[in-house]
């Protein structure tokens, strides 16, 4: 069956980096676009970023633009977002999918794995 593992996450003062990775199993991660999604206490699950099957486009959520970089390693079936510049405001639980369709920000599959939790705070 689908399987997403997040990590990466943790406590980080406002400023910081961290680096989120996500192993996929159970479809075939390369002709996928994929996607990493967040969401914080009390909020719907919003969609963070997306890069497409083979890498070579992504697209970021408008509050992420400029700080957060996704990228994938087909070989590995890893996704990895990359969060710079680190603010309170990013505090969540990330999580990663596959995408429909890299132009969309719908999730493909209805399960998801544990998240990682992100907490940013001095």
Do not use: C, H, W
């Given at each position: 069956q689908v399987q997403f593992v997040e990590s990466?996450?943790?406590?980080?003062?406002?400023?910081?980096?961290?680096r989120l990775s996500c192993a996929a199993s159970g479809f075939t991660f390369s002709i996928y676009a994929m996607s990493w999604w967040r969401q914080a206490p009390g909020k719907e699950?919003?969609?963070?970023?997306?890069?497409?099957?083979?890498?070579?486009?992504?697209?970021?959520a408008d509050s992420v633009k400029g700080r957060f970089t996704i990228s994938r390693d087909?070989?590995?079936?890893?996704?990895?977002?990359?969060?710079?510049?680190?603010?309170p405001e990013d505090t969540a639980v990330y999580y990663c999918n596959a995408l429909?369709?890299?132009?969309?920000?719908?999730?493909?599959?209805?399960?998801w794995g544990q998240g990682t939790q992100v907490t940013v705070s001095s």
């Open positions: 990466g996450g943790g406590l980080v003062q406002p400023g910081g980096s961290l699950r919003e969609l963070v970023a997306g890069i497409t099957f083979q890498g070579g486009s992504t697209k970021y087909n070989a590995k079936n890893t996704v990895y977002l990359q969060m710079n510049s680190l603010e429909t369709k890299f132009s969309y920000s719908d999730p493909l599959f209805a399960s």
